[in-house]
């Protein structure tokens, strides 16, 4: 077992990719702290994943205290804290015209400030086990479309934080910081996002190959099978790191002329 008698936070983990990522620590031998904000949601998370193994904490990260309520309920729950993934984000569609200070800075809360917050009220405890910080991005981080201007500046900071103190807390504490930016997933929330356009539920199934080679989306559980790399000793000294996540690569890519192109509503990360 690559994380066993490990404990790691994850936030945003009652669904979708930071649920996908906390099964998959529990069975590599670790046991978790859940993240969200339904009770009800969480709580049927929790049992899901087994409560001996998993705890579960609710809450707004954008509350004060929040991050040190949530490093407080890991140790607590297991009496340390070796890991903490950064999952939960606020994925909305706006582009330049219907983005206002308000919306922007409540995107860059989430994103950004809420990830850097958990870090900065976890990282004594992650220099004690030499432990390790996981976020989780997004190739929008590049540049990304422009009915996701708000979110794509946000994953963008959040791979600068990621290299800034992927360099500083590794020299400094031992503490390493890497980032996975993630393509098209197929999760609960984008099922949600797609039906609300007024796709059918299996417009999955009918994906241009411009956006996806393989005839298919990624699916939480290979996110999540990457992530454990990244907790485990087996990524060995490595840190201040970006990885992509995508069945295409970001830069210097010629898609076929012929191939059908969703419309950019359509497509939201």
């Keep these: 077992m690559r994380l066993k008698d490990r404990v790691v936070l994850v936030t945003g983990s009652c669904t979708g990719i930071g649920k996908a990522i906390a099964t998959r620590c529990i069975a590599e031998g ?6 969200g904000r339904d009770p009800q949601q969480g709580e049927a998370a929790r049992v899901e994943l087994g409560k001996e193994r998993a705890a579960l904490c609710i809450e707004d990260l954008t509350n004060e205290g929040a991050a040190q309520r ?26 330049v015209h219907t983005t206002d200070l308000p919306l922007f800075r409540s995107i860059l809360e989430v994103n950004l400030l809420a990830p850097f917050s ?29 009915n996701l201007m708000g979110y794509s500046v946000s994953k963008g900071a959040l791979m600068t934080l990621s290299r800034n103190l992927g360099d ?20 609960e929330k984008e099922t949600e996002r797609k039906r609300s356009q007024g796709l059918a ?69």
Excluded: C
Aim: aromatic content about 6%; overall charge negative.
């Design 118 to 146: 958990l870090i900065q009220s976890a990282l004594p405890h992650l220099a004690k086990t030499k432990g390790s910080v996981l976020n989780i991005g997004s190739v929008n981080a590049w540049s990304g479309e422009p």
């Design 30 to 35: 670790a046991r978790v702290v859940i993240h």
């Design 168 to 187: 500083t807390l590794h020299r400094e504490l031992g503490v390493r910081v890497n980032q996975l930016n993630v393509g098209w997933v197929l999760t």
């Design 201 to 269: 539920d299996n417009w999955y199934e009918q994906v241009p190959k411009v956006y996806a080679p393989a005839g298919r989306i990624l699916l939480p559980e290979e996110i999540a099978a990457a992530a454990v790399y990244w907790l485990a000793d087996e990524s060995g000294p490595i840190s201040g790191q970006v990885v992509e996540l995508e069945q295409h690569p970001m830069i210097g890519r010629n898609p076929p002329k012929d191939d059908t192109v969703l419309p950019p509503s359509t497509k939201n990360q």
């Design 70 to 95: 949530l490093v407080d309920a890991s140790l607590q729950a297991f009496g340390r804290l070796d890991a903490v993934v950064n999952n939960a984000a606020m994925v909305v569609s706006s582009d």
